[in-house]
């Protein structure tokens, strides 16, 4: 046989040339990858003195940022997006936006808007910021919070998204079932399924004890357990207020997955209980939902 690349010995030049690309390829990389670190150090070092700036503006004060400065954005954002969903579905308009309406057929009752919107406010004021104060004392009784001013590393803050996500879907979805449990569902939750079309607003259409361990606890337990940073808290409970008047809205518009499993809710009851899906799965509790979702999908498929 001859001598050559491709002789008897050919896979040891092999192995030797497997061996020099992933070299040549460190070589290459080390700097690139000391360019994005440096990049993204440098990004950080940005962020934390934007972060100081903002803090300086408003102040420092842990309480009035946890108690004052969260309720008044969290009111702000859930009216602001909250009313302006309705505006649209009274409005009927954008035309465009009527597209993605989940339920095309289902009108408002405006006569019940009063209800709704003295519910909300209810619970907003005589729940929300009641336990938002319990909740600072908690903190401060851990003695463990980090500094306000110490902006979290991108890691840590991708860290504690990453558990949160889990923790708000095992208590959201066991706590659902609970209320809908026949001793409780009667004089707590019946009152948020009275939309069996929901809109936005009517995220916090609930009885205060249903809004209590239902809503806010699924949300905010887990930025205790994690001992979150409250820049990680604001921006969680920002995402959890956007996610679920965009699971109420009926339109799917949004960055977030389709209201339609939590619009079937409203519609069946007994199906899609949970924020994203895993333990309905589990516990075999979208069965109807998916046969929907397979249904739809074959007369899409027959009408082109």
């Not at 842990?62 to 954005?73: K, R, T």
């Not at 001793?183 to 929901?198: I, N």
């Not at 009851?269 to 075999?284: A, K, S």
């Amino acid at each position: 046989m001859k001598n050559g690349w491709f002789s008897s010995n050919s896979r040891d030049k092999w192995r030797v040339f497997y061996g020099i690309v992933p070299l040549i390829l460190l070589c290459v990389g080390i700097p690139s990858l000391n360019h994005v670190a440096n990049e993204w150090s440098s990004l950080g070092l940005r962020m934390q003195s934007r972060w100081e700036r903002i803090l300086d503006l408003i102040g420092d004060d842990s309480f009035y940022l946890y108690v004052y400065g969260m309720n008044a954005w969290n009111i702000i954002l859930y009216w602001s997006v909250g009313l302006t969903y309705l505006m649209v579905e009274t409005c009927t308009w954008p035309k465009w936006l009527q597209l993605c309406k989940i339920q095309p057929t289902a009108v408002i009752d405006k006569k019940r808007l009063y209800s709704l919107i003295t519910v909300n406010l209810f619970n907003q004021f005589f729940v929300a910021v009641p336990f938002s104060i319990l909740g600072y004392y908690v903190l401060k009784f851990q003695g463990t919070s980090p500094s306000i001013r110490e902006m979290p590393t991108f890691l840590r803050l991708i860290t504690t998204f990453a558990i949160l996500i889990p923790i708000q879907e095992v208590l959201a979805y066991y706590t659902h079932r609970m209320f809908h449990h026949r001793l409780l569902y009667k004089w707590t939750h019946k009152l948020h399924h009275e939309w069996t079309a929901p809109i936005a607003l009517s995220s916090y259409y609930n009885h205060p004890l249903d809004h209590l361990i239902g809503n806010i606890l699924p949300s905010t337990l887990g930025l205790s357990l994690t001992n979150a940073h409250f820049f990680t808290s604001w921006l969680w409970l920002t995402w959890a207020t956007l996610r679920t008047l965009s699971d109420h809205s009926g339109y799917h518009v949004l960055p977030f997955p389709s209201p339609r499993r939590h619009d079937f809710h409203h519609l069946k009851f007994t199906e899609c209980f949970g924020v994203w899906g895993p333990l309905d799965y589990l516990h075999g509790t979208e069965t109807l939902f998916r046969a929907s979702l397979l249904a739809s999908t074959e007369t899409t498929k027959k009408n082109h």
